[in-house]
């Protein structure tokens, strides 16, 4: 399958802000929901945020308020702003498409995954 491609991760302090990209490639973008995850070392993934084809938006507990996932159908790209950066937000951000969207719900066993990007909150 072809696989999305993100971009934007880095090195941030706490409190700071940034912003992911991701791509989506192979797929009816407008048509698709979109999902972000990450992973902490040692941990399993997470689901952080999602958006639906219609941009309705769904959000892990631990970052609504503070993350803000957007969606272009022009440039089939999807967008996670993040802002007042934690380090437990430390991990690889990955973005998928394609996944099966319903009543706010993500399935990730449908589509592809991206590379990751690793994003670090430390001072």
């Known amino acids: 399958q072809v696989q999305p491609v993100e971009s934007g991760g880095g090195l941030v302090q706490p409190g700071g802000s940034l912003r992911l990209s991701c791509v989506a490639r192979?797929?009816?973008?407008?048509?698709?929901?979109m999902g972000w995850y990450r992973q902490a070392p040692g941990k399993q993934r997470e689901l952080v945020a999602i958006?639906?084809?219609?941009?309705?938006?769904v959000y892990a507990d631990s970052v609504k308020g503070r993350f803000t996932i957007s969606r272009d159908n022009a440039k089939s790209t999807v967008y996670l702003q993040m802002n007042s950066l934690e380090p437990e937000d430390t991990g690889v951000y990955y973005c998928?498409?394609?996944?099966?969207?319903?009543?706010?719900?993500?399935?990730?066993?449908?589509?592809?995954w991206g590379q990751g990007a690793q994003v670090t909150v430390s001072s």
């Open positions: 998928h498409q394609g996944g099966r969207y319903w009543h706010d719900s993500y399935d990730p066993d449908f589509g592809s």
């Open positions: 958006i639906s084809s219609g941009g309705r938006r």
């Open positions: 192979g797929i009816i973008f407008r048509d698709n929901a």
